[in-house]
């Protein structure tokens, strides 16, 4: 909402200055986005008189001039307009001066071989309209060496108030002003909106069939009205509104409501036949609204027509048909009320936003219908002349005569400051609340332009605003009795303990969008993906299925820029479909690696890929770190088409829950992320990692270290090929539980002295006695269970 | 007599000479094998003792015993000298440069965003607020509907919502959560009432220019209980964002406004003045040279709010505050783009990014010094 001080000081009686006023409309709610003085774009620009005109020695279409400019010495400029003369008096930018229209700043010069001292002005430079064919003509007796910006009434400072949805009361000047009478800066003045004799009832018929739409349609006509443009006056203040002026018309009716918040429509008489009427849109008929749009409505909407069609979509937006044009004589003028809830939702529905919706969804002053159209008549007649009719009044608004309980304790019970009873009654009263006080509390009455307010804590607020929040006294929370507990969940400790574990393994973490391009998201979706309606962009329309391709993409993006090694991860969640048509959203890890694992060096020398037991490791310390149980933990394949298929695999406690998925990326989807290389991807799906059983406990299994030395044992095995390596040393574990406390495979071999089809396994065995040392007999027996085990998975010891 | 010891004497000069002239530990030992060994000339003169009476025994023997010992010890002494010879010799061929670089390992990094979270729910632990979480794909009951937003209020065209096409089992559009709020919803109606919980996460919003990202994050804060004013709202605002900036100047504007869910509602500005280019949080907006920015939304939760989560209104009230994550970090740690947060550019993450030991705590200072 955008306004002059001028217009403000039309409604409140103040001699605060600009800043004053700005920063009270601040405190109280109406904040201030900027304050803005047309003169200071304006500021060297001067009425000045054209005394001589020569024409240029030495340029066929330039003029010479002396000029007065008020300082006694005429200057000499030289000008290239046409009606550039002896006599003229226009406007003069002094060297210094900045020309609105395209920002440069005016220096004396030569215009061949003679010095120009300033320039004569059009108004299209000073941003003042479209005319650019000559120099503005200002009347020969305006104020020689004025500065022009006071002589044509542009030191009025501009007002730029946000305003929050719940005071449509403060979409308009006159709601400005009372709120800020009520804070003590100034005296509002009363509105005079004595009703104007009307000459014979109104020749048109008003007729409401939708009165839930439309509970009141008060109308008038006026005859033989001249539409030319409004005065000068107004349109200074519709340009200080950040409007168009259009014609006399249409500027009243938007001064009017931007004045009083109260939207009207002027519809030329001639265009309309038979009765007016608010009524339901049939569906599929048609208007062509005035943003020369073309709507299809549907009998939800609510429609001003005539026997021929649509006038209005009520509240809304007129047709291009009745609108009042420079030939209209006769008109017909509408003040209604519309009910909120209908305009918001056709307005929604329609796509179709204007001052007029967005001031009657918010709620219009029910008792405003007749002043408005009472101001909307003076001012038509004032400026246009013509004759009105008397007023139609058909239905009549809701009655605006709420009344909210109010215990005045409840400003410090609830807003947190002492306000004294009398200052809060005060504050309310100057609001245009009224206040009747019963044995023990307040009976408060609400206005009716305060539709917001319909509680209690309305009228705390409303205290509490006007008398400053700045008073309001700061107290201390009580803190919780007792030790300190956790405040994160166990989820969310782990999500903590993981991000840094893999930070502390040298990966980044990155925050990707939740979003990725359709054919991404299907590309690693199981399902059907979420996928937005009103997407910002084709690449931001889906959400991810996983976190690997958000990653992808930003390995690729640094891989572009030249980054020879990318370890990035992010913990987030992935989005999937849940149960009763809510989302599933999964806590996730995704860890991608590309490009080289080490770079060339003078020790190592060539560089190192990544490669799928990089993955791995990554993935069996992360799930680690992240409380899962590593040891239990069966490699399995099935990681997915995004992997390679020989290079891949999930990490899996039992058959069905997969804690992980790990591997080379499938090639091909390297490919289509525009990735060179092999490139490895985990991720670890942090939320099927099982909770910990039972309380939340410090205390550890008891352990001393074995006081026996444990003996070490290598095994060599012969094993198919087809048989997981995996298994064997779980075979070999598994042999005698109590003894082998570790086996680890040393070597992996084929070719020479190994059968085809087969590899040569060697294993290192540690076997730990414990209530006495081995003999050898006791290392046999070992020996054998563990050779025997193997043999069930199809190795055999070479000899 | 007399020739023992002229023999003596030769062995001892001998043996010394050639001890001496021994220039390797091979040398060396030819040396004491040719005088000590079993042959050797020293061995064999002491066998001549026993051919002796004891008298020339007496006399002889301490002689020869010297002889031997002195010879063995100084056999030691260079062997121990050539020794270290040799071990100062294969040191000297094993320098190194130094100045070559040493392996090394990848060093990591965690986001701003996360660090800044980690601060913030370390700083609310200390004041007794849980983390909570809600889903971000949410339906427009929680997002909206419940914070007293219903369908047609003019609030929700402000919120710019991303919307899905689907409906959940009830009916309800489903959406891209536009602010953490819902979270407040779903702590009142599953956990009832106490309630002191922060709620950070990812928000959305269809705007995307310089400053505004579709994607961003939110801490949630939600206090409800019996007798919590909003002298309670703005003592916790205060001691946040102070413990946050670590500084005891913070001062706060509270400015009256409008959210459809807090009745009273006011925004929250803090001061700050500008060094070295950089907006730096602290002392009041209106002293010279400083100015007001708007951090946070907060007001006194509405009672339609709290009796939608099927608390009674008269009974419980409480606050609610919302503040944008990203915005906190990018004034801590003086980042000037919040659209590189979501780059994940490697550069900008290792800038800026945090190491994984830096974990914030409150005996520790919560933040990490540049």
Same mark, same amino acid.
């Given at each position: 909402m955008k306004f002059s001080l001028s217009w403000l000081k039309d409604h409140l009686d103040t001699d605060a200055t600009v800043d004053e006023i700005a920063a009270k409309l601040t405190a109280i709610g109406l904040e201030i986005e900027g304050v803005e003085n047309p003169a200071e774009d304006l500021a060297g620009f001067r009425v000045a008189k054209v005394l001589t005109a020569e024409k240029h020695p030495d340029a066929d279409k330039l003029q010479v001039l002396s000029v007065d400019s008020g300082d006694g010495q005429p200057l000499t400029v030289v000008c290239g307009a046409p009606n550039a003369r002896a006599g003229l008096v226009g406007v003069l930018g002094l060297p /210094?001066?900045? +020309? !609105?229209?395209? /920002?440069m700043e005016m220096r004396k010069a030569a215009i061949r071989g003679i010095e120009s001292n300033g320039m004569m002005c059009s108004a299209r430079e000073l941003d003042m309209g479209q005319d650019h064919d000559g120099i503005i003509e200002l009347p020969s007796d305006a104020p020689v060496g004025t500065e022009y910006a006071d002589y044509a009434g542009l030191d009025d400072p501009v007002f730029d108030v946000a305003i929050t949805p *719940?005071?449509?009361?403060?979409?308009?000047v006159y709601g400005i002003a009372r709120d800020l009478a009520a804070a003590g800066l100034g005296t509002l003045k009363p509105v005079d909106a004595a009703p104007v004799a009307g000459e014979g009832p109104c020749p048109v018929d008003i007729r409401i069939e939708d009165r839930d739409g439309c509970p009141a349609f008060y109308g008038r006509a006026i005859r033989g009205v001249t539409n030319g443009q409004s005065p000068d006056w107004m349109q200074a203040r519709l340009k200080s509104a950040g409007q168009r002026p259009i014609s006399a018309l249409v500027d009243i009716t938007n001064y009017v409501m931007l004045t009083y918040g109260r939207p009207s429509h002027a519809y030329d008489l001639a265009k309309l036949s038979g009765a007016v009427t608010a009524r339901r849109a049939r569906d599929g008929e048609t208007v062509t609204a005035l943003n020369e749009k073309e709507y299809t409505l549907d009998d939800t909407m609510l429609v001003i027509a005539d026997e021929a069609g649509v006038h209005d979509i009520a509240g809304i937006m007129g047709s291009e048909h009745s609108s009042c044009t420079d030939a209209t004589t006769d008109i017909l003028l509408e003040v209604a009320y519309f009910d909120p809830v209908r305009i918001a939702l056709t307005g929604r529905k329609l796509n179709l936003t204007s001052d007029a919706r967005s001031r009657f969804e918010r709620g219009i002053d029910p008792g405003f219908v007749n002043d408005g159209l009472e101001l909307l008549t003076r001012l038509i007649l004032d400026i246009c002349g013509g004759e009105a009719s008397e007023v139609r009044h058909v239905g009549a608004p809701p009655a605006a005569d709420r009344t909210v309980a109010f215990d005045p304790a409840l400003t410090r019970s609830l807003g947190g400051m002492d306000v004294p009873h009398a200052t809060q009654r005060d504050i309310l009263e100057r609001l245009g609340f009224t206040v009747t006080q019963t044995q023990d509390h307040w009976i408060v009455a609400v206005p009716g332009w305060r539709p917001d307010v319909d509680g209690a804590p309305d009228l705390v607020e409303e205290v509490i605003r006007i008398h400053g929040l700045d008073a309001i006294p700061s107290v201390a929370l009580d803190r919780a009795e007792g030790v300190a507990q956790p405040t994160v969940t166990p989820e969310q400790a782990r999500e903590r303990r993981v991000r840094r574990a893999a930070a502390a393994r040298g990966h980044h973490e990155a925050v990707t969008w939740s979003f990725l391009p359709m054919p991404v998201a299907e590309a690693f979706a199981d399902g059907q993906p979420w996928v937005l309606?009103? !997407?910002?962009?084709e690449d931001m329309k889906a959400m991810r299925p996983s976190l690997i391709p958000g990653l992808l993409m930003a390995a690729q993006r640094n891989m572009a820029r030249g980054a020879d090694s990318v370890r990035l991860f992010e913990i987030g969640r992935r989005y999937l479909r849940g149960k009763g048509g809510a989302s599933d959203e999964r806590l996730t890890l995704g860890l991608v690696m590309a490009g080289e694992k080490s770079s060339r060096g003078w020790q190592a020398g060539k560089a190192r890929m990544f490669d799928a037991f990089d993955a791995k490791a990554e993935a069996m310390a992360l799930l680690d770190a992240a409380g899962a149980p590593v040891e239990n933990l069966q490699v399995m394949d099935e990681a997915g088409e995004q992997f390679h298929p020989g290079q891949s695999a999930t990490l899996r =406690? /039992? !058959?069905? *829950? +997969? =804690?992980a998925r790990f591997g080379t990326l499938h090639p091909r989807i390297a490919k289509a992320f525009d990735l060179n290389g092999a490139v490895m991807a985990v991720e670890i799906f942090l939320d099927a990692i099982p909770a910990k059983k039972g309380e939340r406990s410090f205390t550890r299994a008891s352990y001393a270290p074995p006081a026996l030395q444990s003996v070490m044992r290598d095994f060599a095995f012969l094993v198919p090929d087809e048989v997981a390596a995996g298994d064997l040393v779980k075979a070999v574990k598994g042999a005698d539980k109590k003894h082998v406390v570790e086996a680890r495979i040393f070597d992996e071999f084929r070719g020479a002295g190994v059968a085809e089809g087969h590899k040569s396994i060697a294993v290192e065995v540690v076997l730990q006695p414990h209530q006495a040392s081995f003999t050898e007999d006791d290392l046999k027996a070992i020996s054998d269970a563990i050779v025997a085990a193997a043999a069930k998975r199809g190795a055999v010891l070479r000899g | 007599m007399k020739d023992t010891m002229a023999d003596i004497d030769q062995l001892r000069a001998d043996a010394m000479a050639q001890i001496a002239a021994s220039r390797t530990l091979d040398t060396l030992d030819g040396v004491r094998v040719a005088f000590l060994g079993k042959q050797g000339s020293i061995s064999l003169l002491m066998k001549t003792l026993g051919k002796m009476t004891p008298e020339e025994r007496q006399v002889e023997g301490p002689k020869l015993n010297g002889l031997r010992a002195e010879v063995t010890d100084a056999v030691a002494a260079r062997k121990a000298a050539l020794e270290q010879a040799a071990l100062d010799a294969k040191l000297a061929g094993e320098t190194v440069d130094l100045s070559l670089p040493a392996a090394d390992v990848p060093v990591g990094s965690v986001h701003p965003v996360s660090q800044a979270m980690d601060e913030l729910a370390e700083i609310f632990a200390d004041l007794g607020f849980a983390v909570a979480t809600g889903p971000e794909i949410e339906d427009d009951w929680h997002n909206f509907t419940a914070l007293n937003m219903p369908d047609t209020h003019p609030a929700r065209a402000m919120h710019d919502t991303f919307y899905f096409p689907d409906k959940d089992d009830e009916g309800r559009a489903m959406l891209l959560?536009?602010?953490?709020?819902?979270v407040q919803i779903r702590s009142m109606v599953e956990g009832g009432a106490p309630v002191r919980i922060i709620a950070p996460g990812r928000t959305y919003r269809s705007d995307s220019d310089a400053t505004h990202t579709p994607m961003f994050h939110q801490i949630e804060g939600l206090v409800i209980d019996r007798n919590i004013h909003m002298g309670h709202l703005k003592w916790t605002l205060e001691t946040f964002l102070k413990a946050f900036f670590e500084r005891d100047d913070i001062v706060l504007r509270l400015r009256p406004s409008y959210f459809p869910f807090t009745e009273p509602s006011a925004e929250v500005d803090v001061g700050y003045s500008h060094e070295k280019g950089r907006r730096v949080i602290g002392g009041a907006g209106d002293e010279p040279g400083h100015g007001w920015m708007e951090v946070l939304g907060s007001g006194m939760v509405n009672r339609r709010v709290i009796a939608a989560c099927g608390l009674d209104p008269d009974e419980w009230q409480g606050f609610a505050f919302g503040c944008g994550i990203d915005r906190l970090a990018m004034l801590k740690y003086g980042m000037d783009d919040l659209r590189a947060f979501f780059d994940g550019d490697l550069r900008w993450l290792k800038h800026y990014g945090f190491a994984a030991l830096d974990v914030p705590t409150l005996s520790g200072g919560v933040g990490v010094a540049a």
């Open positions: /210094g001066a900045v +020309v !609105p229209s395209n /920002g *719940n005071r449509p009361d403060c979409m308009g309606a009103n !997407p910002i962009s =406690l /039992g !058959p069905k *829950n +997969v =804690l | 959560r536009t602010h953490t709020s819902p």
